[in-house]
């Protein structure tokens, strides 16, 4: 047992040597504990701690907080989708992006670390939409795709930020950058109150540019082992099953939330 816990602390250890110094001391990225704190805390209290906390309340209105928390996620997944144009253009990423890192130091890839950088503090700022979601006591919408997918892009997030800062990553992170712009749009009109409510007609669309999303990163990543790009095929298979497990869950919920019978019990929730 002692020679586990000895064998174990020195694994721990050696991860918070990451792939530079440079992104080791910036916030959050000494250690993989910050992070893992932050992601067991958001689990213990959307799934416990919060709904029996709530449980002999009344649910929270928050419509002045939700206002601005997704105007705020509209501007910053703005931001973070624009900056490959500042960079050079999503063709640039493309073309170093099967090279070895060869540019580590140059200007492209520490703007590349940086954005990244943002990037996760925004998917752990984006743990507040289940919380929200618990404090109004919409519980049924804190289902395992929901709770999943923000978790999993967390610590992937940190992950590949620590290990692999590399230009693969940049793409799926404009992908789904866009992809929220649209989406917080969305959560901003039904967050004004129940007159913007039929501008909302096309939640469906929303939902179908989520699963074309995951399309999308699919073929960007067979490419990536196809041609034998600069990233370990290990890790690209784990990005392939992730991303296939989000476009099963999503088209599930897809199939269930259109089929009809479910669309009343869809706008109730508005």
Known sequence: MTGF?????????????????????WPLMGSPTPVLIIAGCYLLFVLHLGPRWMQQRKPLELKAA??????????????????????????????VSCHANSVVNSDLQLTIWKCTWWYLVLKLVELLDTVFFVLRK??????????????????????YLKYLPGTQGAFLGFVNSFVHIVMYTYYLIAALGPQYHKYLWWKKYMTTLQL??????????????????????????????????????????YRKA?????????????
């Open 5 to 25: 816990v000895v064998t174990f602390s020195k694994q721990y250890e050696n991860m918070s040597e990451g792939a530079d110094p440079i992104i080791d001391h």
């Open 66 to 95: 939700l206002i601005a928390y997704n105007a705020a996620q509209v501007v910053c997944s703005t931001v973070l989708c624009v900056q490959p144009f500042f960079f050079g253009g999503l063709g640039h990423m493309f073309s």
């Open 138 to 159: 919409k519980q049924n919408q804190v289902s395992f795709l929901h709770v999943y997918h923000h978790t999993i892009m967390v610590v992937f997030t940190w992950g």
């Open 212 to 253: 074309m999303q995951f399309g999308i990163m699919l073929v960007y990543l067979f490419l990536i082992i196809t041609f034998q790009c600069s990233v370990p095929r290990s890790l690209s298979f784990f990005f392939v099953i992730n991303v296939t497990i989000f476009l099963f869950l999503f088209w599930n919920f």
């Open 258 to 270: 259109y089929s009809g019978k479910q669309l009343p019990a869809m706008k109730k929730e508005l």
